[in-house]
């Protein structure tokens, strides 16, 4: 099974929200990440968690604040986010995040997010 | 540092053509390479990979293989499908610096019927 579930599938907000993105899987990976894509653009990624430690951080603003609360699960908070971070988030998981042959990222279905 | 280089699209073809959509890479080691497909409205599937020279991914019809002489990792299918329609990334695992995927531009396909 080669699954990452993401919830909610879409989410609508206004400027002064607080909302959370969540992200599950169980194949027991050690490596889980969120990627934020814009409309016809490769997926950008914004943060990795190894071992539920933050690993990188892709000079993300403090509006996104992410959360590893176990090995399968995926947090990421936001706050007082702005239209232009309207975009599908996808959380994907790989066996861990170290160099290594086919060290395969497996991406889950992604949040459609609207910030109004 | 590491790059991928993916031909622009759209592409159209008609059903049961051949598809080749093109990816180039440069890397100073020797990276693992993938190819995702995304449907509408959909996350990324792992199409196929190959993580060293000379060998070939494959899944669904659709062949990709590892060229080191001309960095290369070509997509191809020999009869593409009306539901082949999506959009095609390139990834390669960076082999300096920290480890993570450096994505193509992607190439959407429309096949039409």
């Known amino acids: 099974d080669t699954e990452v579930t993401q919830t909610p599938k879409h989410l609508v907000m206004g400027m002064t929200n607080k909302k959370s993105l969540k992200c599950e899987q169980h194949?027991?990976?050690?490596?889980m990440y969120w990627y934020k894509q814009k409309a016809k653009k490769p997926p950008e990624l914004m943060f990795v968690y190894s071992y539920e430690k933050l690993s990188i951080n892709e000079s993300v603003p403090s509006r996104f604040s992410p959360e590893c609360p176990n090995s399968s699960l995926l947090n990421l908070h936001l706050h007082a986010l702005q239209p232009e971070d309207s975009a599908l988030y996808l959380c994907?998981?790989?066996?861990?995040?170290?160099?290594?042959?086919?060290?395969?990222?497996?991406f889950g279905p992604g949040t459609r997010l609207l910030v109004l | 540092g590491d790059s991928v280089t993916q031909m622009e699209g759209p592409v159209t073809l008609s059903e049961e053509a051949f598809l080749t959509i093109n990816c180039t890479y440069t890397a100073t080691g020797y990276p693992s390479l993938f190819w995702y497909v995304q449907y509408p409205g959909e996350g990324l599937q792992l199409l196929l990979k190959?993580?060293?020279?000379?060998d070939k991914g494959s899944n669904k019809g659709f062949e990709a293989t590892y060229r080191k002489e001309t960095t290369s990792f070509h997509l191809e299918k020999g009869s593409v499908q009306v539901s082949d329609s999506a959009v095609y990334f390139c990834?390669?695992?960076?082999?300096?610096?920290?480890?993570?995927?450096?994505f193509g531009t992607g190439t959407r396909l429309k096949v039409l019927a």
């Open positions: 990834a390669l695992g960076a082999t300096s610096g920290t480890y993570k995927y450096i």
């Open positions: 194949m027991g990976h050690r490596a």
């Open positions: 190959a993580t060293k020279a000379d």
């Open positions: 994907a998981s790989s066996q861990d995040s170290g160099r290594g042959l086919g060290k395969t990222q497996y």
